[in-house]
């Protein structure tokens, strides 16, 4: 009998993937598929494990999925994705909640799994985390106009802060036929933005039996009918001259760049097993800027790792002020057990790390309002994404902002704006970091 199976997908693009997969899997096999844990069969929560804010989210999501299983509302609970890859046993002993667990090797394993959960078993299946299954169909869960494409699985970086490949694995591109004919199906459905992610996009290709690279790939996704492509994670050592002139030769390719460079301090760099300079990320950056005047850079940092001391965090600062990078995530470097960084000597006291995020966020939102105040006047590309009841307007997006993690334009028009539609907007005021304006006729 067919049972109904609810997703619920925590963490990154990359993890939400994985979760279309895993849908389109139980929808094939005859299973009911929603969003909605209360009333299904089975709930799968697909689970983020990277950092401690991310396992606090998927504990409290365990817990509350469990509460809904004790009023009757919810019958079995699968706990998939990162959390379970890294903490079996404790999963096991303090949330009894779980009725089975899924690694991140056996996605393809979800349908057994909830056959065998409403079976009566505890199933608990661990695959080989270095080959997964990335080829499959997926069930897109994004709005129409928008969808991820992961182009590759793993990272073989070994940053010293970070657990990824021992939950995700070592490096694996995908072969470029596969990308092109699920790229194909996304653009032939109406996708309009395509945003190209994996842990590390620079790397695509070098892996691979036939050698090949980002920017050739990148050349063949700009003949499929995309409007825009957004590309997520560009590790700036091996961001070559050949990729450059790629984006900034094809019109398709948006100027926004997500490069983490994590610190600039050249001690920290390397402690944190990074493979960059600072003088060959400024080098980088003019290099950027001189063949995209209109780019615009996002990064993430990282404040409080081992040995950050005053003056390092100083230099961070003082970097941020000189390069004025429109877009900067920051998070508190968290001990992760198993990684490098969490047995190195000189760890800096939480509070204080805390204390350095509060100051990076409070000097890169003035940064921003800088930008943000250079765009008045100006009209601009923008992405509708609806009518905003609460604001009394349409929302929508730029090139400077991707999809949930940036700004949004707030703009009022005339007549009917659909979803999904590109607009010109001139822009007019800014309002709590985000822009506003009114379509130009």
């Known amino acids: ?5 609810a997703f619920i997908s925590l963490g990154c693009a990359k993890n939400l993937v994985n979760t279309e997969q895993m849908m389109a899997l139980c929808q094939a096999a005859g299973h009911i598929v929603t969003g909605d844990p209360e009333g299904a069969d089975v709930a799968v929560l ?18 509350q999925l469990g509460e809904l299983k004790a009023a009757g509302k919810l019958k079995k609970l699968l706990v998939a994705g990162c959390l379970s890859q890294r903490y079996p046993d404790g999963i096991r002993s303090e949330l009894p909640e779980a009725d089975g667990l899924l690694g991140t090797g056996s996605y393809t394993d979800v349908v057994s799994a909830v056959e065998a959960l409403m079976g009566g078993e505890q199933p608990e299946y661990f695959g080989n985390i270095h080959r997964t299954y990335e080829d499959g169909e997926r069930l897109v869960t994004t709005p129409p106009y928008t969808a991820f494409l992961k182009i590759a699985e793993g990272c073989s970086n070994g940053c010293a802060f970070c657990v990824i490949p021992k939950l995700r694995g070592k490096y694996r591109s995908r072969s470029p036929e596969a990308l092109l004919a699920e790229a194909k199906k996304l653009a032939d459905a109406g996708v309009k933005e395509l945003i190209v992610i994996a842990q590390d996009i620079t790397r695509y290709g070098l892996d691979l039996e036939e050698r090949t690279s980002l920017a050739r790939l990148l050349v063949e996704l700009c003949k499929l009918n995309f409007h825009w492509i957004r590309l997520h994670y560009l590790y700036p050592e091996a961001i070559t001259d050949e990729l450059i002139a790629v984006i900034a030769a094809q019109p398709k390719i948006l100027h926004y760049l997500d490069i983490p460079i994590q610190h600039c301090n050249d001690g920290i760099l390397a402690k944190m097993r990074r493979r960059n300079t600072r003088a060959e990320l400024e080098e980088l950056f003019d290099r950027l800027r001189e063949a995209m005047p209109d780019v615009v850079l996002r990064t993430s940092l990282i404040c409080g790792l081992p040995g950050e001391g005053e003056a390092e965090f100083e230099e961070l600062c003082a970097f941020l002020r000189e390069q004025k990078l429109q877009r900067v995530g920051v998070f508190q470097f968290s001990p992760e057990e198993g990684t490098l960084a969490a047995a190195m000597e000189n760890q800096v006291d939480p509070d204080t790390a805390a204390r350095r995020v509060e100051l990076v966020v409070d000097l890169q939102s003035r940064i921003m309002d800088g930008y943000n105040e250079e765009r008045l006047g100006t009209v601009m590309e923008v992405l509708c994404e609806g009518f905003d009841s609460a604001e009394g307007c349409y929302v929508g997006r730029t090139y400077a902002d991707s999809a949930d993690i940036d700004g949004r334009v707030l703009f009022t028009a005339a007549g009917l704006v659909p979803a999904g539609e590109f607009v010109r907007v001139r822009i007019t005021g800014v309002s709590d970091g985000d822009l506003t304006g009114e379509i130009e006729e």
Do not use: R
Request: glycine residues 4%; negative net charge; contains cysteine.
């Open 46 to 63: 697909n689970t983020c494990g990277f950092i401690e804010s991310a396992k606090s989210e998927a504990i409290d999501n365990i817990i």
């Open 1 to 5: 009998m067919p049972y109904k199976i």
